[in-house]
């Protein structure tokens, strides 16, 4: 079974190429770099009233870091409407490693101490990798991208990169760049964290934190920062 080396993991990234598996139990994986790419400009988030309303009422609990594993596992379930998934278990662990040298993160949303939606993604420079989402109730994963932009902007990033455009992303606010754009939008993001595109494994550079919304992760890696709502909503309506 393939074994997907963190270090490589990174430099495919900084370079705007990414894995992907037929099937969560194949062997092997294959490497994807699309002609058009999927990105959600970070002052172009399209905050609804409704997801606004959603956000302001408090009905989920909002962490960070919390229970990356948790996420990634939920985001490789079968469903009904998609009987395979693309997160093989080599690709699971190379993320799993990849969070725990800090370049992996995940947003998760609880509802009455459930797990009920989620995202998680890589950061490199100024950029994050959206990798996947999930959600188990209504709006769920809607509150957790509004919370991820939330804390890009705060923390200095410059690109959310989400792969590939779905109708779900695209009533969001996410658009559809061609390989030479999104290029330039990668390399900038990356030279405004010190790294370099292909060489480059290193942390973001100071002045990008994706913990800035909240302050610093405890002991244990995790933050869980009373952030209201209404801050959210705050922060996307002064940037949308």
């Not at 309303?53 to 009905?59: A, F, L, T």
């Not at 990008?208 to 209201?228: K, N, Y």
């Given at each position: 079974m393939t074994v997907i080396d963190p270090s490589l993991l990174l430099r495919a990234y900084s370079v705007g190429v990414f894995p992907m598996a037929d099937s969560r139990d194949a062997p092997d994986i294959y490497w994807v770099e699309p002609k058009l790419r999927g990105v959600l400009p970070l002052h172009g988030f399209h905050l609804s009233r409704s997801l606004a309303?959603?956000?302001?009422?408090?009905?989920f609990t909002v962490t960070a870091d919390r229970d990356f594993a948790g996420v990634v596992r939920a985001c490789a379930e079968r469903r009904e409407d998609r009987p395979e998934t693309w997160i093989s278990h080599p690709i699971e662990d190379a993320y799993l490693q990849l969070h725990a040298q800090g370049h992996?993160?995940?947003v998760e949303v609880w509802q009455e101490g459930a797990l009920v939606g989620g995202?998680?993604?890589v950061t490199l420079g100024a950029a994050f990798f959206g990798e996947s989402m999930f959600s188990r109730v209504t709006d769920a994963s809607k509150v957790a991208l509004a919370w991820l932009v939330a804390r890009l902007i705060v923390g200095g990033y410059r690109l959310l990169d989400c792969q590939f455009i779905t109708d779900h992303l695209a009533s969001l606010g996410a658009i559809e760049i061609d390989r030479a754009t999104y290029v330039g939008l990668l390399d900038s993001a990356l030279a405004a964290g010190g790294v370099v595109p292909g060489v480059s494994d290193g942390a973001s550079a100071s002045?990008?934190?994706?913990?800035?919304?909240?302050?610093?992760?405890?002991?244990?890696?995790?933050?869980?920062?009373?952030?209201?709502g209404c801050r959210i909503v705050q922060l996307l309506g002064q940037t949308s």
């Open positions: 309303k959603v956000i302001r009422s408090d009905r992996a993160h995940s995202l998680y993604g002045g990008v934190d994706f913990f800035a919304l909240d302050g610093a992760p405890d002991e244990t890696g995790t933050v869980s920062g009373p952030i209201s």
